[in-house]
Each structure stands twice: as C-alpha cells, then as structure tokens.
C-alpha cells in the first residue's frame, strides 16, 4: 500500500459544531432554570369543592382576588372600575366569552361581590368560580 506524503493543498471545508452544543446547552439550562419562575402567579388559598375539572381549549379569562384584596386580570394588577371596562372591551371582541373567578378563601365577601357585580355589568353572563378538589392542594 502506498500513502500519498504530500500535504494537501485544499482547504477543509467541515463545521465544527462543538461550540454550537456550547451553546445550546448553555440555552438549554437557562430555560430550564427561568421557566418555573415565569410561570408563577398569583398566590390564591382557594376553597375547596368536590366539583370536577372543567375541560377546555380555549385561552381562559381569570379574574383573581388576593388575600390582600388587589384584584388581577389574567396575572396583571387591574383596579374594580378597570376590570368593569377591560371585560366590556373583552366582552365587545367576544360576546360568548367565559370569565373564572378565583378568590382567596380568607377575602371579604364584599369584595368578591363588587367584584361579581363588575363582572355582571361589563355583559359577561358565564362566570365560573375556581375552586380546588378536596384534599388537593394548589
């Protein structure tokens, strides 16, 4: 057998790709590290109820009433007359459009109240209330 000594003259033309998995590992943990974070939200204590799950597709309308009484949109911060006026601009894009309540179990009730009433006025007719299964846990 006999090997050409010569060196070659042409370039390697291959990718190195040992820096591109750099890279994509480095992606990797940072996503797996950051996505629990982004998905917190409000912190409820809700009651409990023996009521299933509600099956669904569709993207959920969540109003959500703290402990402290501060009143959330879908996770943003939103005033009692803001929510009457986001829902009837909601309501206006979706008239079919399904509102869940979810409200701390310790609230006033006249808070979750004047909460259902700016429900009522902004023309939403279905509102569900989110409670959690007896012996669950949220």
């Known amino acids: 057998m006999a090997f050409d ?10 990718i190195n790709v040992t820096p ?5 590992l480095v992606l990797l943990v940072i996503f797996m590290v950051t996505a629990p ?23 959920l309308l ?3 009433i703290a402990k402290n009484g501060k009143i959330y949109l879908n996770d943003n911060e939103v005033t009692l007359a803001d929510l009457g006026k ?15 309540l979810r409200a701390d179990q310790d ?8 909460a259902i009433a700016q429900i009522k006025q902004a023309g939403i007719e279905r509102l569900g209330m989110v409670t ?3 012996g669950g846990g949220e």
């Open 5 to 14: 000594s010569s060196p070659q003259s042409g370039s390697i033309s291959q």
């Open 20 to 24: 591109l998995v750099d890279v994509m």
């Open 37 to 59: 974070i982004i998905q917190q939200g409000v912190q409820v204590n809700l009651p409990q109820s023996s009521a299933g799950p509600i099956a669904g597709s569709e993207e």
């Open 62 to 64: 969540v109003v959500t």
């Open 86 to 100: 986001k829902l009837e601009a909601i309501k206006k894009l979706q008239a079919d459009k399904q509102v869940y």
């Open 107 to 114: 609230v006033r009730y006249g808070v979750v109240m004047r």
């Open 132 to 134: 959690r299964p007896p």
